[in-house]
């Protein structure tokens, strides 16, 4: 595995593999790497022909009372990680790399962006996300990208950016890993606490409680989010949001008709966590978005 840090490397070696017939998958990370980003690793690497994870805290997407700063960052032990996916290059760029002087785009979703952790953590978030990963398309070319499912509302503003913009990427979303307990991986997951820890797992049944609800023949929102709602107060989290949302277009659900986002983001202790199941408005499995790890 090679470790890149200019944009011009990277394009040197993505255009070899292309000019020998390689297809080039890209898995975007911030680093701080757990099963669910081994998971994409290993999807690209099944996938395609060379595979570029590209490692970067990006700043932008970060409002300034958020956690930047002490983002868990471990490059050494994420380069073991990759290297042992099999992953070709490991692209992790300086900020002045990605925004030298003088840079002045941005790339705004309207709409989509305006709700759930758009509004929770401001326009800046989403902003920040669509324009270091339309930059990281313009960079590496990718056939495909692949993201986790568990940033539910990140897939869909990506698949917008791509839509909007014409760009010739396939966008795969990998289904959530959770820990044997249920908690979905998350790299902020290290901020938990004995007590935060084991209270965080009420995100993940409290979802299961509402899609139980649904199971049972019961279509109503309300009563769907108010059984979800109780395994949180149970727990003692006040959720920053917990909605139901169409799984495409992300307007509130009043009743499951088709299929369904539930959502969940909360502050548990130090960390601020979010979750999501798909409901299927058909009844049909697969609504945790689970993966073996
Ligand atoms: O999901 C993440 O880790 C980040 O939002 C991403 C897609 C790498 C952009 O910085």
Redesign the pocket.
């Known amino acids: 595995m090679r470790i890149l840090r200019t944009i011009a490397e990277v394009r040197a070696a993505v255009g070899a593999a292309r000019g020998a017939g390689a297809s080039v998958g890209l898995v975007?990370?911030?680093g701080a790497f757990h099963e669910g980003h081994l998971s994409l690793m290993r999807q690209a690497r099944a996938e395609t022909g060379l595979v570029v994870v590209?490692l970067?805290?990006?700043p932008t997407?970060f409002a300034p009372n958020e956690d930047l700063s002490t983002y868990p960052r471990d490059e050494h032990r994420d380069a073991a990680l990759a290297e042992a996916e099999g992953v070709d290059i490991l692209f992790a760029p300086s900020p002045a790399e990605v925004y030298p002087d003088g840079f002045a785009t941005n790339v705004h979703v309207a709409g989509l962006t305006e709700v759930l952790d758009g509004a929770s953590r401001g326009a800046h978030h989403f902003d920040?996300?669509a324009t270091?990963?339309t930059k990281?398309f313009g960079i590496v070319t990718p056939d495909v990208a692949y993201?986790?499912q568990k940033?539910a509302q990140?897939v869909l503003v990506?698949r917008r950016v791509v839509r909007d913009l014409d760009l010739a990427v396939r966008i795969e979303a990998c289904p959530i890993v959770r820990e044997p307990d249920g908690l979905a991986m998350s790299?902020r997951n290290v901020y938990l606490d004995a007590d935060a820890r084991a209270r965080a797992t009420a995100l993940n049944r409290a979802l299961d409680a509402a899609e139980a609800v649904l199971g049972s023949g019961e279509h109503g929102g309300e009563r769907i989010l108010a059984s979800a709602r109780a395994v949180l107060v149970d727990a003692s989290i006040d959720a920053e949001y917990l909605e139901l949302r169409d799984a495409e277009t992300l307007q509130p659900v009043r009743v499951v008709e088709r299929d369904a986002l539930l959502l969940v983001a909360a502050r548990v202790g130090a960390a601020r966590l979010i979750d999501n199941h798909l409901l299927r408005a058909g009844g049909a499995e697969e609504s945790r978005g689970e993966a073996a790890a």
């Open positions: 975007p990370t911030m590209s970067f805290v990006n997407q920040g996300v270091v990963v990281l993201f986790g940033d990140q990506v790299s």
